[in-house]
């Protein structure tokens, strides 16, 4: 309870009156009425406490009045026991309960000129002040927080509606540029201007919304600001796709397909490439090829999203578009070469190679038939088809090559006989030395080389339809790498082989000249089989080999790839028995921290044939052999600069042949695998500059496929040393079938990670 204070001259009555002398209203409060404290008032000068210094008014304006209690009092740092204002009007005596706030040595502030309370108040009112600025300041930014997250829950709402408007126009988009596409190679080009204008407004659609600002605000919140830049580069690259299929239809207009015609027959009639057609249509799928381009890169830039949905999504988008960035290229570089390579400058002649992947070489198989193509102003004819041993009926004397090539491949014969020259896997050359030997045969220069095998046939099926009554059975595309690599060498001799190779080749080539064909089969069938491998192209004119090159149809790798491996076989069995082979390719690679790579692969092979019956598929074709022997020399070409290191055959150190294939070290053994065997080489081997640290971003490595019966498999890791794995951009391993070249970069990191 408090107890008020009061003037020596009242009594504790009239002290209590609020209505009296302001003195009444100076009061402590905490403090009891027994506590025996006691304010003691001299010489008052007015009704007033006088609160004011000497020469002061001590009448100051209404508003200055302020009660003083003793608790402000007790605010000074000086003992409330000793404190007495400056002009004599009050003091305080000591209050036994009171424990004084201030220092407690008893020490006290040097005196000020202006009375302790005024400058107390002052001090107060400054403290005062200070505090509702803090509290006000507070306030505000509590009213501006929840209006801000008021505002991002409203946007977060807007943008969840959008971002579901979003992905609804994208798969629309996708769907109906799916039906365009169809219908545009179907030959519908109403259908396909309709789906693909529907693809192009629902991509649009879908571009708008991804500017939305509430997808913007989306974007800003962590974890989910990759998907929602996902979300938005895929509505770009589908816009793009659209507006390349736009373009693809104009050039399907431009060649004449609007008229009555489907795609192919206004390209392709009656056995003849319509030239005129092809320059028409070029500018438009040149533009289509541009616009892909762009859509592609922009998808393989884009960050990758946490959701799966997203991931998937991208991830389908990268391969489609990228596939239809690839082939469109390629279709423009065609629109290109095929009036070159089709004699629309003058007739031209090319070496057909037919290879048997059953026997291994180096770029398939070994070259068992041959002919000559011819082409004129678009039209393409096969004659003088017939067995190798007809064609080159003794061994010639050595041909020219590469220095390389005669050192590597001079001694086994690749120079004098045409059962050996494509011993290399290198088909530039191998085709190159191929000329040089028909040219020293036969005395007529010929302008180029196409090499194909039973599986570039069965694919041509596809385009041509059955061959039908082939040795009494009509051969599609589902039987006809069966019948030729398997049952023919098991039904016929020799002489009945050849023959009934050479009449299934004469029959699928005078459909081709006829124009039989499905066109947009045709062009998957030529593409895989140039992908795989089974078919290669090599011309004389440096200008058509050029553009072979960039189509990829050349066999061969550019020489920018440089960290580049290749495990391949030649077969010294003298039979097909590679029909059953199966290899298995696992490659450890570790980058060194100054660049370097060490390398570890390992070939494990299997060879499933059976032990009989004797046959040209299982031999013996070397009598000392049991039949499905597979004796083969196993080459693993490796990175330029690579040093072998360890070198070993089922777990047992040898040393392996060592030579180069240009500029690329090879290591080789001999090995023979009884059928149902299997035989395991592992090699260790060091590249010292595979990647620039300092310079490069990515470690690339390309792994190059043989054109085998039974694509290889493959697993590959890489490893960064002194790195841990969540420092690694991007995967690291990778696995699957090696039927085509197989490109592969991963993100590198410039430190240790966590």
Do not use: C
């Not at 068992?368 to 678009?378: C, P, R």
């Not at 590469?402 to 050996?420: N, S, V």
């Not at 220069?445 to 040795?471: H, Q, S, W, Y």
């Not at 970069?745 to 966590?754: F, K, T």
């Amino acid at each position: 309870m408090s107890r008020p204070l009061w003037r020596a001259d009242e009594t504790p009555e009239s002290a209590g009156d609020s209505s009296g002398a302001p003195g009444g209203e100076l009061w402590r409060t905490d403090e009891s009425a027994s506590s025996g404290g006691e304010a003691t008032l001299s010489e008052p000068s007015t009704d007033r406490l006088d609160l004011w210094g000497e020469g002061e008014d001590p009448t100051p304006p209404e508003e200055h009045v302020r009660p003083l209690s003793l608790r402000a009092a007790r605010l000074w740092d000086d003992d409330p026991s000793d404190a007495s204002a400056t002009g004599g009007a009050i003091e305080l005596a000591p209050a036994p309960t009171q424990r004084p706030i201030g220092p407690s040595n008893g020490h006290r502030r040097p005196p000020s000129t202006r009375s302790p309370g005024r400058a107390r108040r002052g001090s107060m009112r400054h403290e005062w002040g200070t505090r509702m600025k803090r509290r006000r300041q507070r306030l505000i930014r509590r009213r501006v927080m929840i209006f801000v997250a008021l505002l991002m829950v409203l946007l977060l709402g807007d943008g969840a509606y959008v971002a579901f408007g979003l992905k609804s126009s994208l798969e629309t988009s996708k769907r109906s540029l799916s039906n365009g596409a169809v219908a545009l190679g179907g030959g519908d080009l109403a259908i396909a201007e309709g789906e693909l204008r529907k693809a192009l407004r629902s991509a649009q659609e879908s571009a708008g919304l991804a500017r939305h600002p509430s997808v913007g605000a989306l974007s800003l919140v962590p974890k989910i600001g990759d998907d929602v830049s996902t979300l938005q580069v895929l509505s770009a690259a589908s816009e793009l796709a659209a507006r390349a299929g736009l373009q693809g239809l104009q050039a399907a207009r431009a060649m004449g397909a609007d008229q009555g015609r489907e795609l192919i027959e206004a390209i392709y009639s009656e056995g003849r490439v319509n030239f005129d057609a092809l320059h028409q249509g070029r500018p438009f799928v040149e533009r289509a090829a541009g616009l892909l381009r762009q859509g592609s890169h922009s998808l393989d830039s884009a960050p990758e999203p946490t959701l799966t949905l997203l991931q998937d999504a991208l991830e389908t988008a990268r391969d489609e578009v990228g596939g239809a960035s690839e082939s469109t290229s390629k279709g423009a570089l065609l629109f290109d070469l095929l009036p070159k390579l089709l004699g629309a400058d003058g007739k031209r002649k090319y070496l057909l190679a037919f290879q048997a992947p059953g026997e291994a070489r180096g770029t398939g198989g070994l070259l068992g038939l041959f002919g000559v193509l011819h082409a004129t102003d678009g039209r393409i004819s096969l004659t003088g088809i017939q067995p190798g041993g007809d064609l080159f009926p003794a061994p010639l004397s050595p041909v020219r090559a590469p220095g390389w090539f005669e050192r590597a491949y001079g001694t086994q014969k690749a120079l004098t006989q045409f059962q050996q020259s494509n011993l290399s896997p290198r088909f530039p050359t191998v085709a190159r030395v191929l000329l040089s030997m028909y040219t020293a045969q036969t005395g007529t220069k010929l302008d180029g080389v196409v090499a194909m095998d039973p599986i570039a046939l069965a694919e041509l099926l596809r385009a041509t339809g059955p061959l039908p009554d082939i040795n009494g059975e009509d051969v599609t595309s589902d039987n006809a790498a069966t019948l030729v690599m398997h049952d023919s060498y098991v039904e016929f001799n020799e002489d009945e082989q050849n023959a009934y190779l050479a009449d299934l080749i004469d029959a699928l080539w005078s459909t081709i000249e006829r124009g039989d064909l499905d066109g947009p089969q045709l062009a998957t069938a030529l593409g895989e089989s140039v992908r795989s491998q089974h078919l290669k192209l090599w011309a004389r004119d440096p200008d058509i080999q050029e553009t072979i090159e960039e189509i990829g149809a050349h066999g061969w790798f550019p020489p920018s790839q440089g960290n580049v491996q290749m495990v391949f076989s030649n077969n010294y069995s003298v039979n097909k028995v590679d029909y059953y082979l199966q290899r298995d390719i696992d490659t450890k690679v570790e980058l060194g921290q100054d660049g370097s790579a060490d390398i570890t692969t390992i070939v494990t092979i299997e060879n499933q044939a059976p032990t009989g019956p004797p046959s040209l598929l299982l031999g013996p074709g070397i009598k000392s052999d049991p039949p499905g022997l597979n004796r083969m020399v196993l080459n693993i070409l490796m990175p330029m600069g690579s040093l072998v290191r360890d070198f070993s055959l089922d777990g047992e150190p040898t040393v392996p042949i060592e030579y180069n294939e240009g500029a690329f070290p090879v290591a080789g053994y001999v090995i023979d695998i009884a059928a149902g065997g299997t035989a395991t080489v592992k090699i260790h081997y060091s590249v010292p500059d595979a990647v620039n640290l300092s310079e490069q971003e990515t470690f690339s490595f390309t792994l190059f496929p043989q054109a085998t019966v039974n694509p290889d498999s493959f697993a590959l890791s890489v490893t960064q040393a002194g790195v841990t794995d969540n420092a690694v951009e991007g995967d690291r391993n990778y696995s699957g079938a090696l039927d085509q070249t197989r490109r592969i970069q991963v993100g590198l990191s410039s430190g240790e990670g966590d």
